[in-house]
Structures are given as C-alpha cells and as structure tokens.
C-alpha cells in the first residue's frame, strides 16, 4: 500500500484497512496521553479517521503497542474492536517481529551479540538500571543486535527484541556501553537538536488478525543527514 502524507493532521500513514492503521510516528509524539496534557497521536488518528471516512460521533481506535516519546518509527492502532484483542495476541505471544535501527558512537564490543539482562524502573526518574544477575523485583530483557553500517563517526545498529521491557533498548545498550545517539537519561554526552533520540522502529511484520496474510511494513527514516547516509 503506498503511503499517505496528511498534511494537515501531520501524519504519515504507512498501511490502513479496515481494522489497522500504522503511522510513522514522529520525535516528540506521545503514542497515548499522559500527565502532561499534550495531545497524543491517537487523538490525532482518530482525528484523521473521522474526517476521511465522515465518521458521526466519537471514532474507535485501539492502542496496540507505545513508543518512547524521544522515539520515532512503526506504531500500530486498531481501528475496530474485533482486531484489538488479536492484535494485543500477536504482540503478546511475540508472533509479530519488531525491528528496530539506532545510531551509536561507541564502539560494540562484538559485531553482533545477544544481550540478557535483569531490569529494574525507578518510576521516580522513569528509568530502567541492567543488571546482570536475576534478583526478586527485576525482569529479563533478552536482545539481538548486529552492527550493520559503519558510518564516519557512528554505527547503524539493528536490533530484534525478544522481550519487551521498559526502555529495554536504551538501558540494555548503555549498559554495553553504547549509548543511543541524543539519549542523554542513558549517558549519551549531547542532545539532538529536535529532543529526538537516534532509535527508529524500522520495521513491523504479523500475521493479519482478520485477512490471516502476512504483513510487512517498513517505516522511512527521518530527515535529518546521518539518518540520510544510512541504507534504505
């Protein structure tokens, strides 16, 4: 399906059918709404939905899955009630396969490796701390992660969770010390100019809840030129 930029909503559609709509979700957006009152992205879709359809009366819309406000990338909604609970299956179970590209100025220690480790959130500072030993109140957080392009003063990383686990991705690859480009809550030295963090969920592949067919769905990198000087 090819994608749909609406301009007045902001919003770049990557699929839509009658039960699922995924968006490439920019830095900054909040997936759902939180304490700060900022309008989410889903009050947005559903915006979007209710004027291209002509929808009378409130528009459903179901959270499947959230990412970091920082982040940017593939995030998927339910637009009926019926796909809902199968979708929210398919994440649950790990059938649906989250890829996922950061930047990083360090060098890995390997080229490509398996991190395990224990995470602990301290709600106080909304952070996660990796450990390396299994103790009560921590939970496994198992990645994948290969080293795929050496850029001038970066690398381009590809990860595949086996979990999902808060900021999994952000503690896990600071703990291996290679912080996430702009993550400075996970020691990276320099913002990015736009609040962003260098983490893109790249790609989102699942079996449809309703049609049973294979879905695939790449989303563009963002516009700025060390994004640019990575492979598409």
């Not at 406000?69 to 989250?98: C, D, H, Q, W, Y």
Request: aromatic letters at 8%; charged letters at 30%; one cysteine or more.
């Amino acid at each position: 399906m090819d994608k749909i930029i609406s301009n007045k909503y902001n919003l770049q559609v990557l699929y839509e059918d009658n039960h699922i709509i995924v968006v490439n979700k920019r830095a900054g957006d909040l997936v759902q709404g939180d304490k700060t009152g900022d309008k989410p992205l889903s009050d947005v879709v559903k915006d979007y939905i209710k004027e291209k359809y002509n929808k009378p009366g409130n528009v459903y819309l179901g959270v499947v899955h959230r990412l970091d406000r920082p982040t940017t990338g593939i995030v998927m909604f339910a637009k009926t009630s019926k796909a809902l609970p199968r979708l929210n299956k398919l994440f649950a179970e790990k059938t649906a396969k989250k890829t996922y590209w950061a930047l990083v100025k360090n060098t890995p220690p390997r080229h490509e490796a398996k991190l395990v480790n224990w995470l602990k959130k301290n709600p106080k500072n909304n952070k996660s701390t990796a450990y390396d030993k299994e103790v009560e109140g921590r939970k496994k957080a198992i990645l994948n992660y290969s080293v795929i392009k050496k850029l001038d003063n970066f690398y381009l990383l590809e990860i595949d969770l086996e979990t999902g686990r808060h900021h999994q991705i952000r503690c896990q690859l600071s703990k291996i010390g290679c912080p996430i480009k702009g993550d400075l809550k996970y020691g990276f030295d320099r913002s990015n100019k736009d609040g962003s963090i260098s983490l893109h969920a790249r790609q989102l592949e699942f079996i449809h809840p309703v049609k049973k067919e294979v879905v695939s769905i790449i989303a563009p990198l963002p516009k700025d030129s060390l994004w640019q000087a990575c492979p598409f």
